[in-house]
């Protein structure tokens, strides 16, 4: 895109986009796109146009009646070799063109706002991190990196949308991220685009992209209960998690204090990266995420919590920064810790 | 023992040919003649043909407009569903291998039978099977999965006839796996003395190719919907999430059958344009063995690459970077058919009856297609484009424009030899053209649609799509016309065309060596096999020789 | 890998004389003999490669969901028994056995003796299903099998019997939830297999039948071979079988 003038590619856009035949580009990564379409276009191009030319000259200069007698040719091996290693070749730099793209879609930058989508059917909510909660629409500023966390209550569903050039699967069981800067203020198609069952059409919203200030006047204006690491960490409480993940020396959990974004060692020996899907995983699965010096007596909240809650609490265990947060949270939830039952032991039933 | 057709002379049927051999349903039902099993073939993929062409005239009716005003959602998903299943598993994976294979193979290789008979009838009356199972599926209210059953909503979010189509795609599955089977141990085991490999006709080499993806892919398919259906009856949770399953791993399974199924699609067409254009350019096809060996490379990286119809589905970014390069390695042996078709074409002797019609139809929209296919291998333009009207858009290009092309070319050009008599070339040409102009007009605006991000599947859409989602329908009924006249004048030609004679092309093949329609055992005698394929030479010589026919 | 060249064949009138002398059991479309038994073996070794690839998909799932769960695997591994596995797979190889000395029979022309092989070999293979069977109702009653009943309380709260007898150690009950999908792998592929096996002794019956009236032992054998190769493969996937599922972790 950098070797295109800048003005030509600006009046080739606005062309294009307004004659209905060609998408907006309202994103950062759109003309990336555009610019791989377009070498693409024009290599399928001029593949059919040999291809036509050759086919029809020939139709015309051997025709039955002007060549009447064949000629019979073998092959040339020089052809072949042609033919192979040119297509060959430019699929080769639409490879790494196209790999190139796709790394840069599926790798945000470090400092991208996180929203969280859930997708269900058929329906994708979307969860801010100040606890503003959207249904088929999304809010967001323009000129910052935007990170989507996905995942899906139900079957597969597909977040895509194509004025941003981007898409990804909602999956079942796991988190997938996207992102994205908006570069255009306007109003865009959110489509759902993996089949998902009867109202897959109606699965759609918008994409509003705001000016920054717009933006915050609509935060300001949405919130009507907590955020969700205020929610998370009310569910921290609920859920007797703080019964184990307290920051006493004597716990049974380990402390959550800095746990995101950092390195764990676990009893297998091995050790992971902690971020938004092992923190899932270690609540719906704990056994298998172990941390070192740990027994593994952690229960298993699959079905006891949505995937709206774990999100919440997820959000609440990246704002842990210190043990005296983790006792904040001790502090106000104490007395609902009081009134409930003993924590879980091991060997009790749990239904699975 | 062969005579070309020459205008002036009378032609009549031969005597005794393997229609009148035996009469009675019961020597069709309980034939192992493998010409009658095609034809038994021909009659039930037409059939079905036309059923999944009535879902896409419905599905195109519905989205004229942008609301969803035809039918109700639910309907809507269940007739794109039948479309698939119906199009792909009752039409495209046997059209050319069950009718045009299972006739033409014994005769070009110069034998008498495949080699095992019996279970060539067999894979007919499973497929009748599995066919039965779909039409019991719709009857009882359809299912609406969409062709690709994805979990978890076939296995636990719909309550519509999962396991009954399972249970068809399934047996139709081995009807297929049947048809690949008796063709490689033909190929293998019955060639006449001095049909050597290189010596075979190129559609023989394509059938075989696609004939080892039928014998190695379909299976696995199979143990899929095994599983899909263990899961939704008995809630196994091998693939659901909440029971320590994967999704993903279904998608695994149907995708490594589900690729090489679109080679299995497309490479026997490959092998009729072989022909077609061989013979209507009176020319050896160019550069004989790379093409056979194109056919055979196809198939094997056919089944390094199906990940690429899940780049987007929570694949690591380094297997999708290993899958996108395999995908650009396999177009290439496609590109290397397309050109040396064209080049076959040089300093030949070009006539344009209607299979070289289709022939040239099949290029432009195999090309096309191909190309469309690097755009949704090449990963960052697959983000954009993948699940949208651009899929649609190209693999209607590839099947329709290319595989279904190939199979009326090869239908036209073996009619004479299937039925012993000619269509009426007029309008046979026509109906070639209007198919050409009518497809371009359904699917080409389907391509622009995906790039704007309309997605597939979708019952209502954004009225800002519907101009061009009008044009696509208009151009549909226009194919629906360029198809329906076909059947038409070969029905009529069966009864009423002019008689064709043994070699009415006067192309090379031992196919065209012996009478129109053959005998029940093709040959009187083995020939033994002196001359290469495509050998316009020998033919000439042949001809000056002329002896009488029998019968 | 095969030879293009086929004898001549014969001409009309030599034809006419040698059809009567050609075997009953030469199809008209093939020349040879030998041109049909290498057509018949071959077809018999693609379909067994077919039925590899099928077999093949449960393997690949296998894989994946032991590596990810594999102390929940070994866990329910154990509930299985070893020695009646073992015999099963003795008994399966004897089958093996037995199927080798009927070709061997039909090959020597010992009618007798082809029947009584076919015969053991159906008695085999009805012995592995009894078995098989009594395993499946031990893992019903046990609630092990996947679906609605299925319970995980063997793995939460094994009894200190089948702690010390089976050496079941007790899972966390997130990790014993997995145990299902190791059930679910377990009855499939054992089932899938169970089913060839039923299959085989349908046809084995059949051919026993015939071979009781001499059908096999007349110098045409391909059938039997080409059944012995089936047999044997189906004696092969069951060696896979038992000790990817019955002996994971058993050194432990």
């Known amino acids: 895109m950098s070797h295109i003038s800048p003005v030509l ?204 200030e717009d933006y915050q006047a609509w935060l300001a204006s949405s919130v009507s209960g907590a955020s969700l690491a205020q929610n998370g960490e009310r569910l921290f409480a609920t859920l007797s998690c703080n019964a184990c993940h307290n920051a006493n020396p004597d716990s049974r959990g380990p402390s959550l204090a800095n746990v995101y974004g950092s390195k764990l060692q676990l009893v297998t020996g091995g050790s992971v990266q902690v971020d938004d899907g092992y923190l899932r995983d270690a609540i719906l699965n704990p056994s298998m995420h172990v941390t070192a010096g740990y027994a593994p007596i952690m229960p298993t909240y699959q079905g006891q919590i949505s995937e709206e809650g774990i999100i919440s609490l997820v959000e609440y265990i990246k704002t842990l920064d210190s043990n005296y947060r983790v006792q904040q949270t001790l502090n106000t939830t104490e007395i609902q810790n009081q009134k409930q039952a003993p924590a879980t032991a091991p060997g009790t039933t749990v239904k699975p | 023992m062969s005579s070309a057709a020459t205008p002036e002379q009378e032609l009549t049927l031969p005597k005794r040919n393997f229609y009148n051999t035996e009469y009675g349903l019961l020597s069709w039902l309980l034939t192992g003649d493998h010409k009658r099993i095609a034809m038994l073939y021909l009659f039930s993929i037409t059939f079905f043909f036309f059923v999944g062409g009535a879902m896409a005239g419905l599905i195109r009716l519905e989205l004229l407009t942008p609301l969803p005003d035809l039918m109700a959602s639910d309907t809507y998903n269940k007739v794109f569903t039948l479309h698939g299943i119906v199009m792909i598993f009752l039409f495209l994976v046997p059209s050319v291998p069950a009718t045009l294979g299972n006739f033409l193979i014994p005769i070009m290789i110069g034998a008498k039978d495949l080699a095992f008979p019996k279970i060539n009838l067999l894979s007919w009356y499973l497929y009748i099977a599995g066919a039965s199972c779909f039409v019991i599926s719709m009857v009882n209210g359809g299912v609406d999965t969409g062709w690709t059953f994805t979990t978890p909503l076939s296995t636990h979010y719909v309550n519509t006839n999962v396991l009954t189509t399972g249970i068809g795609v399934f047996i139709a599955g081995f009807s297929s796996v049947f048809t690949g089977l008796n063709f490689i141990v033909t190929i293998h085991r019955m060639r006449a003395p001095g049909m050597t490999w290189f010596r075979l006709p190129l559609f023989v080499w394509a059938n075989y190719a696609a004939s080892i993806l039928m014998v190695l892919g379909t299976p696995v398919l199979a143990i899929a919907i095994v599983l899909v259906a263990l899961e939704r009856a008995f809630g196994i949770g091998v693939f659901d999430p909440t029971k320590g399953g994967d999704p993903l791993l279904f998608q695994h399974l149907f995708w490594f059958y589900s690729h090489p199924a679109v080679y299995i699609m497309i490479l026997p067409g490959m092998g009729v344009i072989s022909e077609v254009i061989s013979t209507f350019s009176r020319k050896r096809v160019f550069g004989y063995a790379a093409v056979a060996f194109s056919s055979v490379a196809i198939a094997v990286f056919g089944f390094f690459v199906w990940a690429h119809h899940m780049y987007i589905m929570g694949l690591s970014n380094y297997s999708a970077l290993v899958f996108s390069l395999l995908t650009m390695l396999v177009a290439v042996p496609s590109a290397i058919k397309i050109f040396n078709w064209s080049a076959t074409l040089y300093k030949g002797s070009i006539s344009f ?84 102009v009518g497809f371009i007009f359904t699917f080409f605006p389907q391509f622009i649609l995906g790039y704007l991000g309309m997605p597939r599947r979708y019952h209502a859409y954004p009225p800002e799509f519907q101009v061009l989602n009008v044009l696509s329908t208009a151009g549909a009924t226009v194919l629906g016309i360029g198809y329906l006249i076909p059947i038409l004048y070969l029905a009529w030609s069966v009864k009423y065309g002019k008689v064709a004679g043994s070699n009415p092309w006067n192309a090379t093949g031992l196919e065209w060596q012996i009478q129109s329609p053959p005998l029940t055992e093709n040959f009187t005698e083995i020939p033994e096999v002196d001359h290469e394929a495509y050998d316009y030479e020998w033919l000439e010589h042949k001809n000056r020789q002329e002896v009488k026919s029998i019968g | 890998m095969d030879s293009p060249v086929i004898p001549t064949p014969p001409t009309p009138a030599v034809e006419q004389a040698a059809h009567a002398a050609h075997p009953a059991h030469l199809r008209h479309h093939f020349e040879t003999v030998e041109q049909q038994k290498e057509a018949a073996s071959f077809g018999m070794w693609l379909f067994l490669l ?203």
């Open chain 1, 9 to 212: 590619w600006q009046f080739l856009e606005k062309w294009l986009a307004n004659s209905s035949l060609f998408p907006a580009e309202a994103s950062t990564i759109a003309p990336y796109t555009d610019a791989l379409y377009f070498f693409l276009i024009l290599i399928s191009l001029i593949g059919l146009v040999i291809v036509a030319l050759l086919v029809g000259t020939f139709s015309v200069l051997y025709n039955k009646r002007r060549h009447p007698v064949a000629v019979q040719i073998e092959g040339s091996t020089l052809l072949e070799a042609t033919w192979t290693i040119i297509p060959l070749g430019l699929f080769l730099i639409a490879f790494v063109w196209g790999a190139l793209l796709y790394f840069r879609i599926y790798n945000p930058p470090p400092n991208a706002m996180n929203i969280y989508i859930v997708g269900k059917q058929w329906m994708w909510k979307a969860e801010h991190p100040g606890g503003q909660h959207e249904i088929n629409a999304l809010h967001i500023p323009i000129g910052r990196p935007i990170q989507l966390t996905l995942i899906s209550q139900d079957v597969f569903h597909s977040f895509s949308i194509p004025a941003f050039r981007v898409k990804r699967e909602a999956i079942p069981g796991r988190y997938t991220t996207v992102w994205f800067q908006a570069t255009k203020v306007g109003s865009y198609h959110l489509f759902c685009t993996q089949y998902c069952g009867t109202a897959h059409s109606a699965m759609i919203g918008e994409i509003i992209v705001q000016t920054p």
């Open chain 2, 353 to 436: 009856d209607t299979p070289m019609l289709y022939a040239f139809g099949f290029i432009g929209l195999f090309t096309i297609g191909g190309l469309t296919g690097v755009f949704l291998g090449s990963l960052g333009t697959d983000i954009h484009l993948t699940e949208t009207y651009f899929i649609v858009a190209h693999f209607h290009f590839v099947m329709v424009g290319g595989m279904l092309m190939a199979f009326l070319a090869g239908i036209h050009f073996w009619w004479p030899k299937m039925t012993g008599r000619m269509y009426p070339e007029g309008l046979s040409k026509v109906a070639a053209v209007i198919t050409f």
């Open chain 3, 50 to 252: 077919t039925e590899i690839m099928f077999f093949g998909g449960m393997f690949a799932a296998y894989l994946i969901y032991r590596n990810w769960y594999f102390a929940a695997f070994a866990d329910a591994s154990k509930t299985l028994s070893i020695w009646l596995g073992g015999i099963n797979t003795l008994v399966l190889i004897t089958s093996s056995f037995t199927m080798a000395m009927g070709v061997w029979c039909a090959e020597t022309r010992r009618r007798r003796g082809l029947v009584l092989s076919l015969a053991l070999t159906i008695l085999l293979g009805i012995s592995f299903l009894g078995i098989k069977y009594n395993e499946y109702s031990e893992k019903f009653e046990k609630h092990h099998v996947p679906g609605a009943s299925f319970s995980v309380e063997t793995f939460v709260n094994p009894t200190a019997d089948e702690m010390k007898n089976e050496k079941i150690v007790a899972l966390a009950p997130d990790l014993a939830a997995k145990t299902e999908i190791y059930f679910s792998l377990y009855f499939a592929m054992t089932g899938m297999h169970a089913l060839h096996m039923v299959i085989g002794i349908g046809i084995l019956t059949v051919l026993l039948i015939k071979a009781w009236g001499g059908a096999y032992t007349n110098g045409h054998m391909t059938t039997i071979e080409n059944f012995g190769l089936y047999w044997h493969f189906v004696d092969i996937v069951w060696i896979f079988l038992f000790p990817l599922l019955y002996l994971i972790s058993r050194h432990v």
